[in-house]
């Protein structure tokens, strides 16, 4: 916080012409800012310079400025010193330092980056404690990786392999082929038979059980086929 204390507290403009304290001197360790003293202007000086001088105006409060109840509160604290007090305040750093820390306000954000500090020394405690399990899980997850994870995936590409091989062989062009060999090795069986036959190798009765037999099952796998061909 770089807030600028008014020294001439509870003073009217009257009173501070007729002041007989002697000046406290500008030269001391503090800024401008802190350490300068303003001077009213006259009519003929702002005539000339026709503005403000940067260093007289109010700070905003993103730049440090108080507030008007913590400035009063200050003022509090200011209005009771004696002059050598003020000019030890303004000339002496760890004084002023003594004097800042022990403002309310000053304290109530010490406290906080206290608690702060302290709640980020405890995460950081908590994840050192943490480190020896995050470190074991580690290790299952390379065995795991190296072991379980290689036989898992052997197995599956395994079964890709069989999955493949059941689509290869159960696949609607496969399926066709399937039976247009059947139906061709029946048509052979039949033709044997019929030979046969000619030959009076077999007889006519069993000759007729087994022809018909073999027709039937050519014209079921012949109409499955038709089937399957029109349906694709």
């Known amino acids: 916080m770089n807030w600028k204390f008014p020294i001439n507290f509870g003073r009217t403009q009257e009173q501070q012409g007729q002041s007989n304290f002697p000046e406290i001197p500008t030269h001391s360790w503090y800024p401008p800012s802190v ?7 006259t009519p003929g000086s702002s005539s000339i310079t026709g503005q403000q001088r940067p260093l007289d105006r109010p700070l905003s409060p993103s ?42 306000q000053v304290k109530i954000q010490n406290n906080l980056r206290d608690e702060l500090q302290k709640e980020t020394l405890q995460i950081a405690r908590e994840n050192l404690e943490k480190e020896p399990r995050i470190l074991e899980l580690k290790n299952q997850c390379t065995i795991i990786r190296t072991t379980e994870l290689a036989a898992a995936q052997e197995k599956l590409a395994d079964l890709q392999r069989q999955k493949e091989e059941m689509l290869r062989v159960y696949s609607p062009s496969s399926l066709l082929k399937t039976l247009s060999d059947g139906m061709d090795k029946i048509e052979k069986e ?4 019929h030979k046969q036959l000619l030959e009076k190798d077999i007889d006519l009765p069993t000759f007729v059980q087994k022809y018909k037999k073999l027709r039937t099952t050519y014209h079921r796998r012949a109409l499955l086929h038709l089937a399957a061909k029109t349906s694709g």
């Open 63 to 104: 730049r440090g400025q108080p507030s008007p109840a913590e400035a009063a509160g200050i003022i509090a604290r200011l209005k009771d010193k004696s002059i050598d007090e003020l000019r030890k305040l303004l000339n002496d750093k760890e004084t002023y330092n003594s004097f800042f820390n022990s403002l309310e």
């Open 190 to 193: 039949s033709e044997l038979l």
């Open 35 to 41: 350490g300068g003293t303003s001077h009213p202007s």
